[in-house]
T-cell receptor, first 111, second 113 residues
Framework: GENVEQHPSTLSVQEGDSAVIKCTYSDSASNYFPWYKQELGKRPQLIIDIRSNVGEKKDQRIAVTLNKTAKHFSLHITETQPEDSAVYFCAATPWINKFYFGSGTKLNVKP | NAGVTQTPKFQVLKTGQSMTLQCAQDMNHEYMSWYRQDPGMGLRLIHYSVGAGITDQGEVPNGYNVSRSTTEDFPLRLLSAAPSQTSVYFC????????????FGAGTRLSVL
């Protein structure tokens, strides 16, 4: 099955700096790559996603890039704010409803 | 729309007890899934369904059963609870007609003593 690895496990940045979280996947059939934000005690919520026919997608301060050849994708957050502090998860899906998640990155944005 | 509703929010079981975690969605989504979330391990897929009457195993199916008799409901049954099943359980639903974006329930925190 699919194997998704996520790095780093923790990331601490100063407010206003950029944050980058990277994920790799193993199954070349994966074609949909969502990113979720999970605040403490809350449910995961989708923040951005990308499909395999696109190399980059941006939504205000958040962007995702995908390199299908190398089988990796990354989340970029610019101008970080304290409310960006949370755990972020990447995921990949090779078939319809079968999602595989990375182990998560705890982002801490220091004011 | 309530979205995805999970009950109960918290549950404590003794080893060997059985119970059912409920999940219901009112968005008419075809796809539903169950995940467990353990510290440092992200979310792992237990079972999933692509429509009423159709279920399949995910990464960690042992010790769990599911059924999908209606589009709205997807209950998860623990047959004989074990301490290793202590976790937070999330149900999610999505639809291919809505770009397959997953919506999660609020979760069930389960402790098995």
């Amino acid at each position: 099955g699919e194997n998704v690895e996520q790095h780093p496990s923790t990331l601490s940045v100063q407010e206003g700096d950029s944050a980058v979280i990277k994920c790799t996947y193993s199954d070349s059939a994966s074609n949909y790559f969502p990113w979720y934000k999970q605040e403490l005690g809350k449910r995961p919520q989708l923040i951005i996603d990308i499909r395999s026919n696109v190399g980059e997608k941006k939504d205000q301060r958040i962007a995702v890039t995908l390199n299908k050849t190398a089988k990796h994708f990354s989340l970029h957050i610019t101008e970080t704010q304290p409310e960006d502090s949370a755990v972020y998860f990447c995921a990949a899906t090779p078939w319809i409803n079968k999602f595989y998640f990375g182990s998560g990155t705890k982002l801490n944005v220091k004011p | 729309n309530a979205g995805v509703t999970q009950t109960p929010k918290f549950q404590v079981l003794k080893t060997g007890q059985s119970m059912t975690l409920q999940c219901a969605q009112d968005m008419n989504h075809e796809y539903m899934s169950w995940y467990r979330q353990d510290p440092g391990m992200g979310l792992r897929l237990i079972h999933y369904s692509v429509g009423a009457g159709i279920t399949d195993q995910g990464e960690v199916p042992n010790g769990y059963n599911v059924s999908r008799s209606t589009t709205e409901d997807f209950p998860l049954r623990l047959l004989s609870a074990a301490p290793s099943q202590t976790s937070v359980y999330f149900c999610a639903s999505s639809s291919p007609g809505q770009k397959n974006i997953q919506y999660f329930g609020a979760g069930t925190r389960l402790s098995v003593l």
